[in-house]
């Protein structure tokens, strides 16, 4: 009888102690909410939430990246701003909202452009070249493809070999300096083995020597474009100038396709 008693006696204490903290934190909760700070944030929040955008599936086969979303994470930002104890929308922290269709869950599918609304291009140049070096020394990020072992991180470079060895021996090198960020370059719909688990990459513009006449025309946001060899320095300049005249940003292609703006 007395050990029953005692039992109850430690169930009460228990519950006495949960029922405690559970208050204690609903308490803390409703000071925390009626904070000046705290309450500017709640006022905010709402007006500066953003949805998210799903990417755009095309024919099961390919993919136009979305964008991702954010909100405030109220918490975050109120512990931000207690140090000064003054609302400060610069301190403002943001939870970034995942698309619900997002190229995170659909890497088998080929990424034909980049979103629109990023205002932006990306070039995509054969090997090392003139024309890539010459983008380099007039500070655009761009890519290079590269096909053997042969590095120059001047560039965002894409590993474009087929040959098993060296593509695995280019890519031990590029996750070695961290300079690797799984993109796969693809001309048609057929993707190589070695490009599993990667974001594949088709261009939706291809410029040479042959075409920059009618090409450079189509040239609009999210564009990927692959730059043959056979362009001159003249004719490049000409595909910049309509660039900049579409008020277009020059990114490398990791930049490009990410869903966070």
Known sequence: MIIIKKYFEYIGIIGLC????????????????????MRSINEVKESLYVSSINSTIIDDIYIIPGLSG??????LSFSKMQEKSIFDEEKLVYNQIKPTISIEDNKDKIIIRGNKEKRSV?????????????????????NVLISKEEYDFNYELINNSNNDKIYNNIESFLNKKKKNNNICFVNNT?????????????????ISHSNISTEKNKVD?????????????????ILLNQIQYKDL???????????NK
């Open 18 to 37: 949960l029922l405690s903290f559970y208050y204690t934190e609903k308490v803390a909760l409703f000071v925390k909410n009626k904070n000046p700070i």
């Open 70 to 75: 954010k909100e405030i994470n109220a918490d």
């Open 122 to 142: 990306s070039l995509i140049f054969e090997s090392k070249n003139d024309l890539a070096k010459y983008m380099h020394q007039n500070n655009y990020k761009v």
């Open 190 to 206: 057929k993707v190589p083995e070695l490009c599993k688990d990667k974001y594949l990459i088709k261009p939706s513009l291809e």
């Open 221 to 237: 946001s999210g564009e990927i474009i692959y730059v043959r060899n056979t362009l001159s320095l003249t004719e490049l300049n």
């Open 249 to 259: 940003k020059i990114v490398p292609v990791s930049e490009l396709i990410k869903e």
